[in-house]
């Protein structure tokens, strides 16, 4: 057997190094939240406005991960008996291993090859909040969005949503390149549709339609049918209140923060992905306003930040089949709801 280092050095390279531990604690945010944390939490408590359990819980899990005094496996290699010791993980969202996961299972298990277009909606400050406190409130919003984007890309290609579908990927961020509470949608869609094959019979491979990118006109037209609709949806709600020019928040957002008047002023300094107007390139804050910024960008663990339209969870189930929810297709019965996902809990993943 030929085996990879081999060939490297028949090439005449050089063997990429051995296994290094990963060391959190000589990293200068773990340095500023152990430090930092502690008192921050401890002041919150003796002002009567103690930080709500499940960020406790985040930072408390951050401050463990990858610490050797917190957990640790020994390998052995049966061959040259080397040792490496391997700190236990808090396994959180974050991290290049979580997203190269997912990115795989995207490519290989979901997302057809077709063309794929991102779509970005940022919302106003005051929705932003909203959706940030209230987390069940995303779903409500997100089909919004995907129904009027999909019904534009149907529409466009000259088909109904009765013998068309699309698709859509959603990730859920929870804040900006300033460490600020910034909730948005990052939306892969598929830039066309599937058009049913015309034989009526449901079992038939459907057909890709590609439909070319929105234009200015369509966009605008898109974003003032999608702010309508948000705004109806949740005044109706009663979670709003508008009137002619601006929509406001029918609850007092006081009452709903997990870090009660602790917004942040806003020692670290934080890149900002776009300079300001100004040129600014970094934002520093005082240690505890920092605290008081990732504190607020903590989600409620039993919250899955993510989404997938029934459509996609259907093809990659059924194959390339035009499988209509609540009917039968390949011999098998196809529900009427697209499959849960596991419940697990995710944590924000602070800095990893």
């Not at 909203?130 to 969005?145: C, D, K, N, S, Y």
């Not at 038939?204 to 702010?227: D, K, M, N, S, Y």
Request: hydrophobic share 40%; glycine share 12%.
């Amino acid at each position: 057997m030929v085996l990879a280092r081999d060939l490297a050095e028949a090439a005449g390279s050089v063997a990429p190094t051995g296994y290094r531990r990963h060391r959190p604690e000589t990293t200068l945010l773990h340095r500023l939240v152990a430090e930092h944390y502690p008192r921050f939490r401890d002041r919150r408590a003796a002002e009567g406005r103690p930080l709500s359990g499940y960020v406790e819980a985040e930072f408390e899990s951050y401050l463990k991960c990858g610490l050797l005094e917190h957990g640790f496996l020994r390998v052995k290699c049966e061959t040259c008996q080397a040792e490496k010791l391997v700190a236990f993980s808090c396994k959180g969202r974050g991290g290049g291993r979580r997203m190269a996961e997912t990115a795989a299972l995207l490519v290989d298990e979901l997302l057809p090859r077709v063309p794929i277009g991102q779509w970005v909606l940022s919302l106003p400050f005051a929705l932003r909040y909203l959706l940030a406190t209230r987390p069940e409130e995303v779903t409500r919003v997100l089909g919004i969005v995907y129904r009027a984007i999909s019904g534009h890309l149907v529409r466009k290609a000259g088909l109904t949503r009765a013998t068309a579908a699309t698709g859509a990927v959603t990730l859920i961020q929870r804040f900006g390149s300033a460490a600020n509470l910034n909730v948005h949608l990052h939306l892969l869609v598929l830039d066309g549709v599937y058009g049913r094959n015309g034989n009526g019979s449901g079992e038939g491979r459907p057909r890709f339609v590609p439909v070319p990118g929105p234009t200015p006109a369509e966009l605008e037209v898109l974003v003032q049918t999608i702010a309508e609709r948000i705004g109806r949806e949740l005044e109706r709600a009663g979670l709003i209140t508008r009137d002619i020019e601006n929509c406001y928040l029918a609850f007092d957002p006081g009452e709903e923060s997990p870090i009660k008047g602790a917004d942040g002023a806003g020692a670290g300094a934080v890149d900002v992905e776009t300079p300001y107007r100004d040129g600014a390139t970094h934002i520093v804050f005082e240690p505890e306003d920092f605290i008081a910024r990732l504190a607020a960008l903590v989600p409620k663990r039993e919250r899955i930040w993510s989404g997938i339209t029934a459509f996609l969870h259907r093809r990659a189930r059924f194959g390339h089949r035009w499988c209509r929810a609540g009917g039968v297709c390949g011999g098998r019965a196809v529900p009427n709801r697209s499959p849960r996902r596991r419940k697990r809990p995710e944590s924000s993943g602070i800095g990893r």
